[in-house]
């Protein structure tokens, strides 16, 4: 019995760990800091078709409605979305992301991409 209770502690505590470990991994992934001000950004981006976000929520693809730059959603958190454009696009480079606000649809500036 105390052999059984044992092994079920042990395996509780290593799920706990495992489920600690994702989560700074998830935090560390989105970063709070913006690198620098994004360049020659649209006032706002938009939804196919022309449309304006009408929940606040980050959706992608996003369109430049200036020459119809598409850019894809690769992580969100907190009414925020980082996106991945052409690179030397709004002065993204190689490995970098566009921030933009989602409830506005306006950039934020750029932020280092996933590692």
Do not use: H, W
């Not at 992934?29 to 913006?34: L, N, Y």
């Amino acid at each position: 019995m105390r052999a059984i209770v044992a092994a079920v502690v042990v395996v509780s505590l290593a799920g706990s760990a495992g489920c600690s470990s994702i989560g700074k991994n998830l935090k560390t992934s989105f970063p709070d800091r913006v690198d620098r001000p994004a360049t020659d950004a649209p006032g706002q981006f938009v939804l196919t078709g022309g449309a304006l976000n009408p929940n606040g929520a980050c959706q992608s693809p996003l369109f430049d409605p200036r020459d119809q730059t598409r850019a894809t959603l690769v992580r969100s958190d907190r009414g925020t979305g980082d996106y991945r454009v052409p690179d030397g696009k709004y002065g993204v480079g190689p490995g970098e992301l566009l921030r933009v606000d989602c409830t506005t649809g306006r950039a934020v500036g750029v932020v280092r991409g996933p590692q």
